[in-house]
């Protein structure tokens, strides 16, 4: 079943949100326009409300990710090119912003955000990202062609949280890091762009991989199965829950992921990782996000015949924050 066309607006004149999974970009994210039960008070807006905006750059020799994040009372980015061959980190980089200063975060996946730091300037649009961060550089563009999830719900804790994802989008371009000049061309880009009015302590474990015929995005925690998705032959497909099944100890051990549906069974062969662990006293966070492969079955209905997936590149990710 096709998902129903995304509205331009999230809230409407009346400040009921549209709730469900979509197809298609929204132009606003307006959470002050809700009406009760999900309305909430400025000040508790200005701590809960959380955006990002992330870019995965999924090649044969390089995977890297970059992300600029909205705290509300900071900010955030981080950035890492992971070199496949070697299995090393050719670069990686994180640092925090100022409130109100450092990052910028577009108000929709179509606009552009930004983060400045001294020796550092990331930019991400919806078809380019440019880096300059002290000798690691990236110079990326992509054809936005492929279709976007909207997707928009509840959350234990907190208020409401939408998100837009994109599937594989071809890639050309450059990445420079550590003595290494990588090309870009060939292979593919994904968008990860989210607003919410989160709870104080949040945790989820995603994974997410995309190639250029096949994709999906999977997520299990504060957002329950509300963003989960497969792209396949260019269309958008529900699914339901995803069982993670891997050791919190290990996460460098092979991981399982299915979804309750059948339509996704998959295992992930990690070949590098990276990992974060602050405690700022007013909030903490701990991840991990290990980069590797999906190797498995997906199918777009139960009645279809399955789809073999071979190393599709992605991440998994274990993530808990209290912000």
């Known amino acids: 079943m096709s998902l129903?066309?995304?509205?331009?607006?999230?809230?409407?004149?009346?400040?009921?949100?549209?709730?469900?999974?979509?197809?298609?970009?929204?132009?606003?994210?307006?959470?002050?326009?809700?009406?009760?039960?999900?309305?909430?008070?400025?000040w508790w807006r200005h701590f809960h409300h959380k955006r990002w905006h992330y870019v995965a750059l999924a090649c044969e020799d390089v995977f890297a990710a970059v992300a600029i994040v909205d705290l509300g009372w900071t900010s955030t980015a981080f950035a890492y090119a992971f070199d496949r061959r070697r299995r090393r980190m050719l670069a990686s980089f994180s640092r925090d912003g100022l409130p109100g200063m450092g990052a910028r975060v577009a108000a929709n996946a179509s606009g552009s955000s930004s983060f400045a730091s001294a020796r550092c300037r990331i930019r991400v649009e919806c078809g380019a990202l440019s880096l300059r961060c002290g000798g690691f550089d990236i110079d990326a563009r992509w054809e936005v062609g492929a279709p976007f999830l909207l997707a928009s719900g509840a959350v234990a804790g907190g208020s409401l949280h939408a998100t837009q994802k994109s599937g594989g989008m071809a890639l050309r371009g450059t990445l420079r890091a550590g003595g290494t000049v990588a090309s870009l061309d060939g292979g593919v880009a994904s968008i990860d762009y989210s607003s919410g009015l989160l709870a104080r302590?949040?945790?989820w474990l995603w994974a997410s991989a995309h190639g250029k015929g096949v994709g999906f995005n999977l997520q299990a925690g504060y957002f329950g199965d509300q963003?989960?998705?497969?792209?396949?032959?260019g269309h958008i497909i529900a699914l339901d829950a995803a069982q993670f099944t891997y050791d919190a100890a290990r996460p460098m051990e092979p991981w399982h992921i299915a979804t309750h549906d059948g339509l996704l069974d998959l295992r992930f062969t990690p070949e590098g990782m990276r990992a974060d662990r602050r405690n700022l006293m007013v909030a903490a966070s701990r991840y991990v996000q290990p980069i590797g492969t999906f190797s498995g079955t997906v199918r777009a209905s139960r009645a279809s015949s399955a789809v073999e997936v071979r190393e599709l590149l992605g991440v998994t990710e274990d993530h808990v924050s209290r912000w």
């Open 4 to 42: 129903p066309a995304a509205p331009r607006a999230l809230v409407d004149r009346y400040g009921v949100a549209a709730i469900g999974r979509f197809t298609g970009l929204a132009d606003s994210f307006a959470w002050s326009a809700l009406a009760p039960p999900f309305a909430r008070s400025r």
């Open 227 to 233: 963003e989960n998705a497969l792209w396949l032959d």
């Open 201 to 203: 302590d949040t945790q």
